[in-house]
């Protein structure tokens, strides 16, 4: 059931210069938060940010009440959230959207692409794949290394490899010109710019791979209202908010082939 609640940040971290983190403690009881699920934030504070903004949940403690969100500073709405402190309250509606598919057999093995804003939700997911039994790599990338960010909170959950287009860490190049990119999984899953994510969508369909790819297009209502984030789909448009983000790629091929 979605809900709007005021959390408050218990604690801020900044990740190089365009990203920071937040955890936000509900103060109550916590709705059930499925990974890829995301939240609409209230930007508090400035007149010319009306729109709530969608942010994935990066990280999710149920018995501690807290969830936390990795951000991008691209524009006003994500500035304005990098300049909150310690105590302050922040509106949510959450949760919003289709999650990712976590019902993969213990011993399966499967790969997690992420690049720049993209990798938030990884985290969540990492998570409940590895309590599955699920062997994941998790392969990230970004254009230079402070680029990545938060890449350390992985390493628990699967085995991390890393990308960059200039080099400075890991593979020199894109995710998909990563060698354990080619490998055989069971399942893929991605996150990140689009042209990224067609790019895996489309291998993955070339070597009979399941995948989901989840969409970050531009947002207003959030609930399927607007209709101002649809996608073209196999069966018409959809909402990327109610029918996604994440969609299986079965569905997506007029998506990925354009
Ligand atoms: C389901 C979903 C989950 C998301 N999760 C995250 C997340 O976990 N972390 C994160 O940092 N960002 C995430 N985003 C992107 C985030 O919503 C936008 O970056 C944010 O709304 C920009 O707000 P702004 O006011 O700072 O930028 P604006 O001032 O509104 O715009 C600044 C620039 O950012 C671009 N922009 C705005 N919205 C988007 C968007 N949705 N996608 C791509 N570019 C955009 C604009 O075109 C413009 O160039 C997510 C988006 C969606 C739809
Ligand atoms: S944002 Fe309004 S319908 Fe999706």
Known sequence: MKEIHEFVIRERHQHGASYFSLLLAHGGTMQTVLPGQFVEVQVPGIRDVMLRRPISVHDVDSEGG????????????TRRLSELQIGDRLNLVY?????????LPSGSRALLVGGGAGIAPLLHLSKVLRARGV?????????????????EAFLPYGNLLLATDDGSLGHKGLVISHPDFAKQYDMIYTCGPTPMMK????????????????LENMMACGVGACLCCVTDTDQGHRCVCKDGPVFDISSMKKWYQC
């Not at 790019?199 to 989840?214: L, N, P």
């Open 95 to 103: 949760p919003l959207g289709h999650g990712f598919s976590t019902d």
């Open 135 to 151: 062997d994941s790599t998790i392969l990230l990338g970004g254009r230079t290394a402070d680029l990545i960010p938060v890449r």
């Open 199 to 214: 790019a895996v969508a489309r291998s993955a369909a070339e070597r009979g791979i399941r995948c989901e790819v989840s």
């Open 66 to 77: 807290t969830l936390s969100l990795l951000i991008q500073i691209v524009g006003h709405g």
